[in-house]
């Protein structure tokens, strides 16, 4: 990627601005960078999303696109992100540390200064030409939303979603945004083909709760009218109910997931609400200024739910905590979703399909 070194990017402290959630930027842990700026209108913007903050958009040069992981919680092993960082603004998301590899802060910087991969499709297309290329699931949004406001704009996903369906190669989508009805076309060629699943967070049905939590994600009708013009189309569509944040949204548990299975949802996750490094002050000073009457017993709960602390990143257990609280939030997500028919049926994957080259395409044609 280009950068150059700087003298660094100070911490700073800014007024609760309409449509951002984190209210300062944290030291960074690492030497700080800066890149080039792609010249970029905000025509993709809708009214409600523009902001005093204006965002900044870098060229990410990488020559890599497919990230590798062998955590034994988490389902995939590899993953493809568009974008670093995510204007969604999500208070909770893990992922806010990662910017701090690149220079940048976990606050405001993570929502305002975001990488652009505009050569993700081109080396995905070369992953797939590579003869020791084995067909796997990729997860798109491993970390970032592939569907955040800029893509309305440059496309890297459905351009993403374009070379996954010439190579038919399986796909996993997880978004908080209902731009993906934009791609319902190659979904459907790809779950014509069994390729692909779909999962859309709902964090809550609350929209006042969403609106400073999640400042820039599809609001929570728009996240079901998703499931249910996905599951139209016949592409497989679950509902993951993350974060789940105890004190905070955990009671909505049984409505998310009879929402979800009434829109057409075939399958529910859920995960416990995650607070890695720089996460944890931003999202406690969130909780002081959003909720200061609730903010303490939500903090006590998480303490309760990971050893006393309010992170673990223990393989395991960071995802579902544990103690008499994750157990009761477990029991509740496990006994509403069978209520509601979720889980009965997963959507089967093929990874027999898989064509590098156009010999293999012509040799399928004749059968």
């Excluded at 960078?33 to 965002?55: C, G, H, R, V």
């Excluded at 990488?62 to 960082?85: E, M």
């Excluded at 995510?86 to 893990?94: L, P, W």
């Amino acid at each position: 990627m280009n950068f150059k070194e700087t003298k660094g990017l100070p911490a700073y402290e800014t007024e609760n601005e309409h449509g951002r959630a984190s209210g300062f930027n944290p030291p960074n842990r690492f030497l700080n960078t800066s890149f080039e700026p792609l010249e970029l209108e905000n025509d993709f913007y809708e009214e409600e999303e523009k902001n005093a903050i204006k965002t900044t958009f870098f060229k990410d040069a990488t020559k890599t696109i497919l990230a590798k992981n062998d955590s034994p919680d988490i389902p995939f092993t590899y993953s493809l992100n568009p974008y670093r960082g995510c204007e969604h603004g999500c208070i909770y998301c893990y992922a806010r540390p990662t910017h701090e590899y690149l220079g940048f802060s976990a606050g405001l910087d993570f929502e305002t200064k975001i990488m652009v991969k505009e050569d993700a499709p081109q080396l995905l297309e070369e992953a797939f030409q590579k003869k020791n290329w084995k067909p796997s699931m990729i997860a798109l949004s491993g970390n970032t939303d592939c569907y955040q406001p800029i893509e309305r704009k440059l496309e890297i996903t459905r351009k993403c979603l374009e070379v996954f369906l010439k190579y038919r190669n399986p796909v996993g989508i997880v978004t908080k945004n209902a731009l993906i009805q934009r791609d319902i076309d190659i979904l459907q060629k790809l779950a014509e083909h069994q390729l692909v699943h779909v999962l859309v967070s709902v964090t809550s049905l609350n929209n006042d709760l969403t609106n400073v939590m999640e400042p820039r994600t599809s609001r929570p009708e728009k996240r079901l009218e998703t499931i249910a013009k996905l599951a139209e189309a016949k592409i497989p569509v679950g509902v993951n109910v993350a974060p789940i944040i105890p004190g905070l949204n955990d009671e909505e548990i049984p409505s998310i997931l009879k929402a979800a299975s009434l829109h057409g949802a075939m399958y529910a996750g859920y995960i416990i609400v995650r607070l890695p490094y720089s996460v944890e002050p931003l999202f406690v000073d969130w909780l002081n200024r959003n909720f200061p009457d609730r903010a303490k017993k939500i903090t006590n709960h998480l303490k309760e739910m990971r050893g006393g602390k309010l992170n673990n990143a223990e393989w395991g257990k960071r995802f579902r905590g544990e103690g008499k609280y994750a157990e009761m939030i477990d029991i509740l997500f496990k006994k509403n979703s069978s209520r509601y028919g979720l889980n009965k049926h997963f959507p089967n994957i093929r990874y027999d399909s898989f064509l590098r080259d156009e010999k293999e395409k012509q040799q399928l044609k004749l059968f």
